[in-house]
């Protein structure tokens, strides 16, 4: 079952995937969605760091997924996999990306439009 984020900001639907994220609290300082923050397990978390699963209604193009997990020894603690060279360069576009938006060079609408663009090349 995939759990979902909905925000209405001036009247722009845009619903997120919370990911494995259990949301708890929120918190919002002036500038848009952008400086939104969340409570999780894991912390503190940005939703500008979700996935944005559609925008007013109409769904964003989601980068394919590999759904098969490889086996695991429940007797070791999981590992994350480094992000490989390209991973890295997308992520740290769309940080300069947040904090173009964040500083209001680019609208949010340019914003997710960029940030998915760079997603899907994942």
């Known amino acids: ?9 001036g009247g722009q639907v845009t619903v997120y995937d919370t990911l494995d994220n259990q949301i708890g ?4 300082q002036q500038g848009g969605n952008d ?3 969340f409570s999780s397990q894991y912390g ?11 925008i007013n209604g109409y769904l964003q193009q989601q980068p394919q997924q590999n759904f098969s997990a490889p086996a695991q020894n429940f007797n070791e ?11 890295g360069d997308v ?11 964040q500083k209001g ?5 340019e914003f997710t ?3 998915m663009e760079l997603l899907s090349q994942l």
């Open 77 to 87: 603690a999981p590992t994350q996999p480094a992000p490989t060279a390209q991973e």
């Open 113 to 115: 439009t960029k940030k």
């Open 35 to 37: 400086s939104m923050t």
């Open 25 to 28: 609290g929120v918190s919002q």
């Open 1 to 9: 079952m995939k759990t979902c984020l909905v925000v209405d900001i």
């Open 91 to 101: 992520f740290a576009k769309i940080e300069r990306l947040a904090d173009l938006f």
């Open 44 to 54: 503190t978390i940005s939703v500008s760091s979700l996935p944005v699963i559609s």
């Open 105 to 109: 060079i680019l609208t949010e609408q």
